[in-house]
């Protein structure tokens, strides 16, 4: 199979590049290689490569820097993942992409079904939303994985930013209203990957670990886990100001996924414990 994974610098994408090797032949051109920010450049890269499976693990993830730069978040989130559906449904290609749990409006404490109407709060969201549903609306054979607080042993993530302000902070403030479950990259990967392999039924799926934690409870836990000796206080979302307005409530339900795989995923604390130890292991 000829492969062409986008993004393969970023949390997901590196993790795919170890997962998806032994199911085919796989191009990740960097951005020096492909700018996806430009169409024109896109609809080269893939009218060259042909690709019978894209993997698009590229977006705008900056929450906050997207609020000022709505069209850069555009064309990543929402323009890109168009593009890719059409060329996917105009030669038979099955097209694999992802998703943030930014996409729901955060009310309730109910976990969202992957048929619940969404309702962005910020333009991160705003784009992410309009990316899916153009990927759903387009005739492409395809996979959305709607995920939620990405981490992993690399790139930038709140596990990462919680250990490095362990390192000069005795004390730290961490929101605890915003309940969700921590996701590593690596966990996105493998189930990905089993779910390419086992030719799972074209849809949107939710994908985490099970359990629920806030903000704080993760942080309580990166701390416990690591050794460090900082303490987390819980604090209210109104009293971390951000430009971008993050959802209170991103559970995800699992069941759709866990069925259709005949799995159980794991617990986000036994996630936690694996990054980390690669991380401390680096
Ligand atoms: N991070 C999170 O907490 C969550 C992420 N998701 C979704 O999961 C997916 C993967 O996220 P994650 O791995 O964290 O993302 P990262 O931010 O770690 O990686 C983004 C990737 O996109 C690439 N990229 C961005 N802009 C361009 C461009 N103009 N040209 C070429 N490449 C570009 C980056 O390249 P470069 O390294 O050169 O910048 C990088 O490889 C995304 O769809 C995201 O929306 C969903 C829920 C939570
Ligand atoms: C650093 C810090 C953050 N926070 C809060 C701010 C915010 O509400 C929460 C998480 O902050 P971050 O900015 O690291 O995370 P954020 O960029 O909002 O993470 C999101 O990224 C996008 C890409 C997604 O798709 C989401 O699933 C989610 O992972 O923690 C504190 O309360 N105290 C702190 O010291």
Same mark, same amino acid.
């Given at each position: 199979m000829n492969i062409l994974l986008l993004g393969n610098t970023g949390q997901v994408g590196?993790?795919?590049? +170890?997962?998806?090797?032994?199911?085919? %032949?796989?191009?990740a051109p960097g951005r020096e290689a492909l700018d996806l920010g430009s169409e024109q450049a896109v609809a080269s890269y893939l009218a060259k490569v042909q690709p019978g499976l894209i993997v698009n693990a590229a977006? @705008? &993830?900056? %929450?906050?820097a997207a609020e000022d730069n709505h069209q850069a978040a555009w064309r990543l989130n929402a323009g890109l993942p168009r593009q890719l559906a059409e060329y996917a449904a105009a030669h038979n290609a099955r097209l694999v992409h992802y998703s943030s749990? @930014? /996409?729901y409006p955060g009310s309730g404490s109910q976990p969202w079904q992957e048929d619940s109407p969404t309702g962005p709060l910020g333009v991160y969201g705003h784009t992410k939303c309009e990316g899916d549903q153009a990927i759903a609306q387009s005739c492409a054979?395809?996979?959305?994985?709607?995920?939620?607080? /990405? @981490?992993?042993a690399r790139g930038n993530n709140f596990m990462k930013?919680?250990? +490095?302000?362990?390192q000069?902070?005795?004390?730290?403030?961490? %929101?605890?209203? !915003? /309940?969700?479950?921590? &996701?590593? =990259? +690596?966990?996105i990967a493998q189930v990905s990957t089993l779910a390419i392999h086992c030719q799972l039924t074209a849809g949107l799926y939710h994908l985490a670990p099970r359990?629920? &934690?806030?903000?704080?409870?993760?942080?309580?836990?990166?701390?416990? !886990?690591?050794?460090? &000796? /900082?303490?987390?206080?819980?604090?209210?979302t109104r009293d971390y100001p951000t430009p971008a307005v993050r959802p209170l409530n991103?559970?995800?339900?699992?069941?759709?996924?866990?069925? =259709?795989?005949?799995? !159980?995923?794991?617990?986000?604390?036994s996630q936690l414990a694996l990054t980390l130890n690669e991380y401390l292991e680096t």
């Open positions: 590196f993790e795919l590049h +170890r997962t998806l090797s032994p199911l085919g %032949v796989i191009t977006a @705008y &993830t900056a %929450v906050d749990d @930014y /996409v054979d395809h996979l959305i994985f709607r995920t939620s607080w /990405v @981490y992993s930013t919680m250990l +490095r302000l362990a000069s902070k005795r004390e730290l403030n961490i %929101v605890a209203d !915003q /309940v969700g479950a921590p &996701t590593p =990259a +690596r966990l359990g629920e &934690t806030s903000w704080q409870g993760f942080a309580q836990a990166i701390f416990q !886990q690591a050794g460090c &000796t /900082v303490t987390a206080h819980p604090i209210p991103s559970r995800l339900a699992l069941n759709k996924l866990e069925n =259709a795989l005949s799995i !159980q995923l794991p617990t986000w604390q």
